[in-house]
């Protein structure tokens, strides 16, 4: 991330998708909601696929 800008992406953790103003349409429920910083390209990327109708879903790992 430190050749590109960062961006604030709201995403649930429930579905993988990206969520907006910390609400999940596709679950319906704020509960998951939380804000991840990806690199910018990485966000123009997900609205490419999303606006071809294919659906990217995130999946998180905690790593201790």
Known sequence: MHSSDR???QVCH???LIAHNKWCK???STNDV???DIPY???LLIQ???SMNV???LSFK???
């Open 26 to 28: 596709s679950c319906n």
């Open 41 to 43: 390209a990485s966000k």
């Open 34 to 36: 939380s804000t991840i």
């Open 55 to 57: 659906l990217p879903r």
């Open 48 to 50: 490419e696929l999303i």
């Open 7 to 9: 961006y604030k992406l």
């Open 62 to 64: 905690t790593i201790l």
């Open 14 to 16: 429930k579905c993988g």
